[in-house]
């Protein structure tokens, strides 16, 4: 312990050198934003919308100067590989389903050929189920919230299955963008209610919630129908999308826990304390991360889009200003010291599609489901949908990412057997 502490005292110390050899170039700037997509257009489409409640004054937020970076202004720039158009995950905390089932389409041709478009909400109805059991069985003691990990979808999908988009698409008649406020707080007293008064008949909470979750989201089919024959959720995953759930590592670079081993991701969202992750060194995580896309792979990936170069409705983008962090000084430790005082949380998931090279630096062209990337709105923004991602941002704020195994396999070998629990 008192290493790590030394450690992360010296790396405060190389910051601080850093900062006093090379002067900030970069400037911030306090911005006031409007109400933008979010209130305007996906609050608006959902029914009883009320605009005096939910759009909030606006305040004063401390960004980076977009001016000082010479960030890419147009995603047909990259290198990008086949991917569903991006689509809104709407008034819900489910990006960790949209990002995972957009990779897990692109996926799908990468293996077949063939162009998917999934259900994202038929996985978070099944997730709100794992919960249920989860409750009963520890009697309350979980984490019960709207947010999940990426490995949750595979783990969902390995249990439950999969379905078409077209035979579950999670909308009730009418609706134009999800909303789960209402049904998360039923969901939500209703755990309460189990709780205080201690009813732990799974059956029967198990019931509750799919009533609860019939009437918001609508009831998923037993059976879809694909090309004349009739599958289950389970058998649509394996005889048409050949994805095995097993194929997939969830790759994590933090110094907390020791590298080459699995290990927890200590983060709320990974309400089931899952314990599988890859732990590597950053410049690892970094080089996996960059030779996937390089051989045609892509990731989801998740973290922090709550900094001060988060420049969503200015450019798209994400940059880590001089003034946070010098270049020369980001690395495990700087990271660390981020997420070990809260300054970095997990906040987001996403899918990374694409790639460039300029001037030295590599960008990530990163497709998003939430609604700070659609500012301006289709007709405005030419790369709405999408952010570019610096790669210092990614190697300071991105927590972990999932990747096909085969990207892993010179990697495997240094991992230590996990001892039976």
């Given at each position: 312990?008192?290493?790590?502490?030394?450690?992360?005292?010296?790396?405060?110390?190389?910051?601080?050198?850093?900062?006093?050899?090379?002067?900030?170039?970069?400037?911030?700037?306090?911005?006031t934003y409007e109400p933008?997509?979010?209130?305007?257009?996906?609050?608006?489409?959902?029914?009883?919308?009320?605009?005096?409640?939910?759009?909030?004054?606006?305040?004063?937020?401390?960004?980076?100067?977009?001016?000082?970076?010479?960030?890419?202004?147009?995603?047909?720039t990259f290198k990008q590989?086949?991917?569903?158009?991006?689509?809104?995950?709407?008034?819900?905390?489910?990006?960790?389903?949209?990002?995972?089932?957009?990779?897990?389409?692109?996926?799908?041709?990468?293996?077949?050929?063939?162009?998917?478009?999934?259900?994202?909400?038929?996985?978070?109805?099944?997730?709100?189920?794992?919960?249920?059991?989860?409750?009963?069985?520890?009697?309350?003691?979980?984490?019960?919230?709207?947010?999940?990990?990426?490995?949750?979808?595979?783990?969902?999908?390995?249990?439950?299955?999969?379905?078409?988009?077209?035979?579950?698409?999670?909308?009730?008649?009418?609706?134009?963008?999800?909303?789960?406020?209402?049904?998360?707080?039923?969901?939500?007293?209703?755990?309460?209610?189990?709780?205080?008064?201690?009813?732990?008949?799974?059956?029967?909470?198990?019931?509750?919630?799919?009533?609860?979750?019939?009437?918001?989201?609508?009831?998923?089919?037993?059976?879809?129908?694909?090309?004349?024959?009739?599958?289950?959720?389970?058998?649509?995953?394996?005889?048409?999308?050949?994805?095995?759930?097993?194929?997939?590592?969830?790759?994590?670079?933090?110094?907390?826990?020791?590298?080459?081993?699995?290990?927890?991701?200590?983060?709320?969202?990974?309400?089931?304390?899952?314990?599988?992750?890859?732990?590597?060194?950053?410049?690892?995580?970094?080089?996996?991360?960059?030779?996937?896309?390089?051989?045609?792979?892509?990731?989801?990936?998740?973290?922090?889009?709550?900094?001060?170069?988060?420049?969503?409705?200015?450019?798209?983008?994400?940059?880590?200003?001089?003034?946070?962090?010098?270049?020369?000084?980001?690395?495990?430790?700087?990271?660390?010291?981020?997420?070990?005082?809260?300054?970095?949380?997990?906040?987001?998931?996403?899918?990374?599609?694409?790639?460039?090279?300029?001037?030295?630096?590599?960008?990530?062209?990163?497709?998003?489901?939430?609604?700070?990337?659609?500012?301006?709105?289709?007709?405005?923004?030419?790369?709405?949908?999408?952010?570019?991602?610096?790669?210092?941002?990614?190697?300071?704020?991105?927590?972990?990412?999932?990747v096909h195994k085969d990207?892993?396999?010179?990697?495997?070998?240094?991992?230590?057997?996990?001892?039976?629990?």
């Open positions: 312990m008192m290493k790590k502490i030394l450690s992360l005292i010296f790396s405060v110390l190389l910051t601080l050198i850093a900062f006093a050899q090379q002067p900030s170039h970069n400037k911030g700037t306090f911005k933008g997509y979010f209130q305007n257009t996906i609050l608006k489409g959902i029914e009883a919308y009320d605009a005096s409640k939910d759009i909030p004054k606006a305040k004063a937020t401390f960004k980076a100067d977009a001016s000082d970076f010479d960030i890419p202004n147009n995603k047909e590989y086949w991917h569903n158009e991006p689509v809104s995950q709407g008034n819900t905390n489910t990006c960790w389903s949209f990002s995972t089932t957009s990779y897990l389409e692109s996926e799908v041709l990468r293996i077949t050929g063939n162009k998917v478009r999934i259900s994202e909400m038929y996985t978070v109805y099944c997730e709100y189920l794992e919960r249920a059991h989860a409750f009963v069985q520890s009697h309350g003691n979980i984490y019960f919230g709207e947010g999940s990990e990426a490995n949750a979808v595979t783990k969902i999908w390995k249990k439950y299955g999969c379905l078409p988009y077209e035979s579950y698409t999670g909308f009730l008649p009418g609706q134009t963008f999800y909303a789960h406020d209402k049904m998360f707080e039923e969901l939500k007293n209703y755990t309460e209610f189990i709780k205080k008064n201690s009813i732990w008949d799974e059956s029967a909470v198990i019931s509750n919630f799919k009533s609860i979750l019939n009437h918001y989201m609508g009831e998923p089919p037993l059976n879809v129908t694909v090309n004349g024959s009739d599958y289950n959720p389970v058998e649509y995953l394996r005889s048409i999308l050949r994805i095995n759930p097993d194929d997939y590592c969830d790759v994590l670079s933090y110094m907390q826990k020791p590298y080459w081993n699995q290990v927890e991701y200590e983060v709320p969202d990974n309400w089931w304390h899952n314990a599988d992750y890859y732990n590597i060194p950053l410049d690892d995580f970094m080089n996996v991360l960059k030779t996937a896309l390089k051989k045609g792979y892509t990731v989801a990936i998740g973290g922090d889009v709550s900094e001060p170069g988060f420049l969503a409705r200015e450019a798209n983008a994400a940059v880590v200003p001089d003034f946070d962090i010098p270049s020369a000084a980001i690395n495990e430790n700087s990271r660390q010291f981020r997420f070990s005082n809260e300054t970095t949380t997990d906040d987001h998931g996403m899918h990374v599609v694409g790639y460039m090279e300029k001037n030295g630096v590599t960008w990530f062209l990163v497709k998003d489901s939430g609604s700070g990337s659609r500012t301006g709105g289709k007709e405005k923004n030419p790369n709405f949908g999408y952010y570019f991602f610096h790669e210092d941002y990614v190697k300071l704020k991105m927590m972990d990412f999932m990207m892993m396999k010179d990697l495997l070998p240094k991992f230590k057997k996990q001892e039976v629990k």
